[in-house]
């Protein structure tokens, strides 16, 4: 049986959070709420909250008192922190020391008309975030190697280490990424870190096609030139990002990264081809990591409205047929990410397009749509994450019983 929500506050908990300091204290909180039925919108610092469907609860469980490091070996590549504690922070401290998190999480913060930065390490595990970098290095889930967290039956659990070896628990641990804080509540996360590569540089062909596009970075991608990254930003779209600096005409994007001479050897070999595609500029060390932190954070919508945007993977040469196809039923906004296979779209809202948008990714493919902004009512109105099939659904099922068999945490935030 699962907790209903409190009728008097169906959709808005309450304006002053609990803020718990500790895991006990957090384990406190969720007990108490459990002995009351009291259902919990669960939150870092409410930079996603526009993520997913509204949650229905009349208080909210913030983890922003959850700060800190832990520990960070930098000669170990890991790092512990307590969930709340901002990315920011922790982005800041692994560059002191030349690292990085390679899967290069984005912030959906400016996207949902907030300030960049406020995402906290928890959400970061919570929503599974990743960026550009998906294609080689994948999301958190492939670089998160332990937790601590207190279920929804109000219970302490620990799962993974500190070390990758140790791997005790570790698909517990992977479990929990991509759970939008349904299943239980970080306290503690540690994750895996990399070395920051010494150099960076972007190529980018203007005025190319969605189609020819695609075609460029699947040989790119496809060559011994270990690129990183791979998008196309078409004719207007491409103004939206580095301030307007790019122009207007189309850019398609590939990034090398890594040693110095060998980025700039493989940039000249790489250069040389797509040269004769079309014409070639290039993007040097801050003003390629800003091009690319705008298409990881979706700047070109981040516009201050509730337009609605959607993220669509599919196959990545599907990319340019899907957008055409959709085209054809509705106006779109649209620019690629992940060779083509992570797509981008801004569109005008109704449950009509959310049909098709899943109709067409049956027809190319298959392949996931999910609404990460939106009014209120629209994501109430329209299923936010894409239909799991059967299987997948009983899973799911399965696990919220085995962690949260009241519904306590998050409810209706995922369906």
Request: contains cysteine.
């Amino acid at each position: 049986m699962s907790l209903s929500p409190n009728p008097a506050a169906h959709l808005t908990p309450e304006a002053d959070p609990v803020r718990p300091d500790s895991v006990e204290a957090l384990r406190d909180v969720l007990a108490e709420a459990l002995a009351r039925e009291e259902p919990l919108a669960v939150e870092g610092r409410g930079s996603k909250a526009g993520l997913g469907r509204p949650v229905q609860a009349a208080r909210t469980l913030s983890i922003s008192a959850l700060t800190g490091v832990n520990f960070y070996e930098p000669e170990e590549l890991v790092i512990s922190a307590k969930a709340g504690t901002p990315i920011a922070e922790i982005e800041s401290l692994l560059a002191e020391h030349n690292q990085r998190f390679d899967f290069e999480p984005m912030d959906y913060g400016p996207l949902h008309g907030r300030p960049a930065g406020e995402g906290t390490i928890g959400g970061v595990l919570a929503c599974n975030l990743a960026g550009p970098r998906r294609l080689k290095q994948g999301a958190a889930r492939d670089h998160i190697l332990g937790v601590t967290a207190v279920s929804g039956r109000a219970e302490i659990f620990r799962s993974g280490g500190r070390v990758v070896k140790n791997v005790t628990g570790y698909d517990l641990s992977k479990g929990m990424a991509g759970s939008f804080g349904t299943l239980a509540v970080f306290s503690d996360v540690i994750f895996k870190t990399m070395p920051r590569s010494s150099a960076e540089t972007t190529l980018l062909l203007r005025g190319l096609s969605d189609e020819e596009a695609m075609q460029a970075m699947s040989a790119a991608m496809g060559s011994s030139v270990e690129a990183s990254g791979a998008a196309h930003l078409p004719y207007g779209v491409a103004g939206r990002v580095l301030t307007g600096e790019l122009g207007r005409d189309a850019a398609t994007a590939i990034r090398l990264d890594g040693f110095g001479p060998s980025v700039a050897a493989r940039a000249a070999h790489l250069g040389a081809g797509l040269s004769r595609i079309g014409p070639l500029e290039q993007l040097e060390g801050e003003r390629s990591e800003a091009f690319w932190r705008d298409v990881r954070d979706v700047a070109p919508f981040a516009d201050g409205t509730q337009s609605p945007v959607w993220r669509v993977s599919l196959p990545p040469m599907s990319g340019a047929e899907f957008v055409m196809a959709l085209r054809m039923n509705a106006a779109a906004d649209a620019f690629y990410d992940w060779q083509g296979g992570l797509v981008w779209l801004r569109m005008d809202g109704g449950a009509a397009e959310a049909d098709l948008l899943r109709a067409l990714l049956d027809r190319h493919g298959g392949g996931h749509a999910t609404l990460v902004r939106a009014s209120e009512a629209e994501r109430l109105a329209v299923p936010v994450f894409q239909p799991q099939p059967g299987p997948l659904a009983a899973l799911s099922r399965r696990l919220k019983d085995q962690f949260d068999p009241r519904g306590l945490l998050n409810p209706g935030r995922m369906a």
